[in-house]
């Protein structure tokens, strides 16, 4: 059974650091694209960051462009997302998600349950 779950939230300072992990187990991690995900309190899904099978094809969403690196081991079956300078608008629930739909969130096929990230002082 695929299963995909996330570490590393907590809460920081703004202009802080964290650094997310997504474990992967169940499936070839090394086959798929992962896309980080996710949900400010109040709002939508809202697409952060994916990553192609080799790492090879990267994007982020604009407003973390620059603050954030996504990558991935595929030895260790991991995803990690590096969030540096860190702002109270990224305070959200992060989720990692198998495959890479856009916002058509019914594609996504496999979800983690989520990691709290909060930005105040």
């Known amino acids: 059974q695929a299963q995909l779950v996330e570490s590393g939230g907590g809460l920081v300072r703004p202009g802080g650091s964290l650094r997310l992990s997504c474990a992967a187990s169940?499936?070839?991690?090394?086959?798929?694209?992962i896309t980080w995900v996710r949900q400010a309190p109040g709002k939508g899904l809202e697409w952060v960051s994916y990553?192609?099978?080799?790492?090879?094809?990267?994007d982020y969403t604009d407003s973390v462009k620059g603050r954030f690196t996504i990558s991935r081991d595929n030895a260790k079956d991991t995803l990690y997302l590096q969030m540096n300078s860190l702002k109270p608008e990224d305070t959200a629930v992060y989720y990692c998600?198998?495959?890479?739909?856009?916002?058509?969130?019914?594609?996504?096929?496999?979800w983690g349950r989520g990691t709290q990230v909060t930005v105040s002082s």
């Open positions: 998600a198998r495959g890479f739909y856009n916002d058509r969130w019914d594609q996504y096929d496999t």
């Open positions: 169940g499936f070839a991690f090394s086959s798929y694209t």
């Open positions: 990553i192609n099978s080799d790492g090879r094809r990267i």
